[in-house]
């Protein structure tokens, strides 16, 4: 079910320090199967080496415009063409002063100059540049011509200021990135609701129980419903992740706190995505002190935690309601056993103990189950391509 035509993003690359974090944003780019051909000026390989770009886009990397071609073409209007969007990350307040005034007198702004596609610009300067009438009027120019700003954050910068100015998250650039490459937007209008990550039960006020699920699944079912036009709500359990640009996002701990912040956005919710990791049980008795080490062993007795997916399942009306099933064996039968008991509309059944795939990893390989009867395998992908396909599923069936 996956398109074999790649997206392509044409990545100008500017001289400022932040030039290094745009080997990260070609990396995630990469993992989510988008073709990547970057675009350096002069300075900017002051800062990285273009062999480094080149090892992680598996493309070569252009410098200068007059270098002999590597086939019968122009270059830059090669670039200019394939192009599905163009990213300038970081910006420097030059190329932005470039482009708002139609200087083009190198690789990347003659590329800029000659593209029909969309560009994104990520600045990332010294925050008195920043603030320069001179830069700001330049990027409210663009801003009117229809050029997209990613806007820097705010923090120390490199020269030891403190001020807006820093290059934005790398994962929010991309995730904006990934979201405009999405023609799609199936889901406008529509309200969706995910829960991610793990929870935990308390058994003292130093120690709990938990699992390792680190929510990465959910997040990136978060990112590509968001990326269709969809509200979404996610409601996750304890982990490092950032929030999905544009995403509503409620922090829990427990199953209680869950189960409350899920009923409060259930009714009024037309997607219900349950991939967080909820903990099954939880210690009978929760201790007020910290339990001192005593004797070898300590006993714990423990009881059933709340099944947040049954009662969901119980509840649903017009809410399609999709739960996960992790699996160490039996998975189909295991996952279409919890698909009826639960009143579920799809299960989507991954395999844990799989090295490749499990528990942190950022690819997964899953098998979707319908309550048609429908059976749907799924190649190793990355888990934002388990969401598109799984989206595609929920919209078409």
Known sequence: MISNS????????????????????????????????????????????????????????????????????????????KADIMLIAPATANIIGKIANGIADDMLSTTVMATNAEVFIAPAMNTNMYKNTIVQNNIKKLKNLGYKFIN??????????????????????????????????????????????????????????????????????????????????????????????GVDLVKVSTNEEMLNAVLSEFDDSDIVIKSAAVADYKPKMYNVEKIKKQDDILNLEFVKDIDILKLLGSKKKNQKLIGFAAESSNLINNAREKLQ???????????????????????NKVTILCKNGEKISLDTMTKRQVAKELFDIINNI
């Open 6 to 81: 790649k997206k392509t993003v044409v990545m100008g690359v500017t001289g400022g320090i932040a030039a290094y974090k745009a080997l990260d944003i070609v990396s995630r780019l990469i993992k989510n199967s988008i073709e990547v051909h970057v675009i350096m000026t002069d300075n900017a390989v002051k800062f990285v080496t273009p062999l480094s770009f080149q090892s992680l886009s598996q493309n070569m990397v252009s410098v200068d415009t007059f270098s002999e071609p590597k086939a019968f073409e122009i270059q830059h209007i090669s670039l200019a063409k």
């Open 152 to 245: 820097p954050a705010s923090g120390r910068l490199a020269c030891g200021d403190t001020g807006e100015g820093k290059l934005a998250d790398t994962d929010q650039i991309t995730s904006i990135i990934l979201n405009a490459l999405n023609s799609k937007k199936d889901m406008a209008g529509k309200k969706v609701l995910v829960t991610a990550g793990p929870t935990i039960a308390p058994i003292d006020p130093v120690r709990f129980i938990s699992n390792r699920s680190t929510g990465k699944m959910g997040y990136a079912i978060a990112e590509e419903a968001q990326s269709r036009g969809a509200h979404v709500v996610l409601i996750s359990g304890p982990t490092y992740l950032d929030a999905p640009f």
């Open 341 to 363: 008991k639960k009143n579920l509309d799809y299960i989507v059944a991954n395999d844990i103990t799989s090295k490749e795939t499990g528990f942190a990893s950022d690819l």
